[in-house]
């Protein structure tokens, strides 16, 4: 559900005490509480008191830090938006850019940057901010996380507390002169990957890197036959790709994750591996009911996809040699023999 917000339904959440029935009395659980919906009564959780509350509106007014400094805006509310709820009400993805955010093409591509906050009720997962870049009116996203601005929030009394000041520390530990400074030195780093050519026996050896793949030629039928059917996905998307380099690599794969419905969840999901080096170090699983992913899978595979493209700046295109002199490597070479190897015998 898609929702803008002249019209989001920032509804009641009532946070009550929780009581228990014993021989026809009811005695409070001291140690719990209930989070439910006000309108409907939809009970989101039954959790420890230790768990506290924060609301949706909440999560996005601390944000306004961000919204001052980055787009120079009184509040993420003045922003371009979207919101996503989920399991009614429970689960919230909420993302805020600026569509008049001027910026110089990468190729005939805008890139602008975006601010991601989820939250919830149910007490999946902890309050994340997260930002990041993306390509103006692209089809999919791409949250290409820098400057590390990035923030995960317990639901503590002291998480709720410090938002403000933890996101403020965040953005002192970055140097930047503008609001487009910061933006200027992404792009520039972006536009080395256009001159980084690709050829096309290296785009599923490169896939199968991503994808972290361990498939042994003594694998099951299936898992070698679920492979196939990734690289016909893929190969429907390269075939229309004008040239070959790793940026339209990342478009081209960003496009997959958002409608392929060959691969299964991630294998590691819990907010503990969100970070950067983490998500490197991924893998993906997949099995024989083919389905799309879900919009969180989505989002963190997305994340996942531009750390990937991260570690080929820092390790193909901005190599340096033992003397620390610029020496970029060819990106076989990055790529290594196994992933040749596999798809020889994946195919």
């Known amino acids: 559900m898609t929702i803008t917000l002249d019209n989001y339904p920032y509804f009641k959440v009532l946070d009550q005490d929780t009581y228990f029935e014993f021989q026809g009395k009811m005695y409070p659980c001291k140690n719990f509480h209930t989070i439910a919906r006000e309108d409907n009564m939809f009970v989101f959780a039954v959790l420890r008191r230790s768990w506290i509350l924060i609301r949706y509106e909440e999560s996005v007014d601390e944000a306004d830090v961000l ?16 919101y996503n709820l989920m399991n009614n009400g429970a689960e919230c993805f909420m993302k805020f850019w600026d569509k008049d955010f001027i910026t110089t093409p990468v190729g005939e591509d805008y890139w602008l940057p ?5 939250n919830n009720y149910n007490g999946t997962g902890a309050l994340r901010y997260d930002f990041g870049f993306q390509i103006k009116d692209f089809e999919s996203n791409i949250i290409f996380e820098d400057l590390n601005i990035n923030l995960k929030v ?7 507390n410090n938002i403000y000041n933890n996101l403020s520390s965040k953005l002192d530990n970055i140097e930047f002169k503008s609001k487009t400074d910061f933006i200027n030195r992404f792009i520039k780093k972006v536009k080395k990957l256009i001159n980084q050519s690709l050829g096309k026996s290296e785009v599923f050896p490169l896939v199968l890197k991503f994808l972290n793949a361990d498939i042994k030629e003594k694998s099951k039928k299936t898992t070698k036959d679920i492979y196939k059917n990734i690289k016909k996905e893929l190969d429907s998307l390269f075939d229309d790709c004008d040239k070959l380099n ?23 999901d819990d907010d503990e591996n969100d970070d950067e080096e983490n998500l490197n170090d991924t893998t993906i ?9 879900s919009w969180q899978k989505k989002l963190k595979m997305q994340k996942q996809l531009g750390a990937f493209i991260n570690r080929i700046i820092k390790e193909v295109v901005e190599h340096k040699d033992e003397n620390g002199e610029l020496d970029p ?19």
């Not at 919204?67 to 979207?82: Q, Y």
């Not at 975006?114 to 989820?118: E, H, P, Y």
């Not at 317990?154 to 709720?160: E, F, Y």
């Open 114 to 118: 975006v601010v991601c906050i989820f």
């Open 154 to 160: 317990n639901h503590t009394i002291k998480g709720k």
């Open 246 to 268: 790793i940026y339209n690599f990342m478009k081209e794969m960003s496009k997959f994750i958002e409608t392929t419905t060959t691969l299964s969840d991630l294998k590691k």
């Open 329 to 347: 490597l060819l990106i076989k070479d990055w790529i290594g023999d196994k992933y040749f190897k596999m798809t020889k015998f994946i195919i």
């Open 67 to 82: 919204a001052k400094r980055l787009f120079e805006k009184s509040s993420l509310k003045k922003l371009s938006h979207e």
């Open 285 to 293: 699983i997949v099995n024989t009911n083919p389905q799309p992913l």
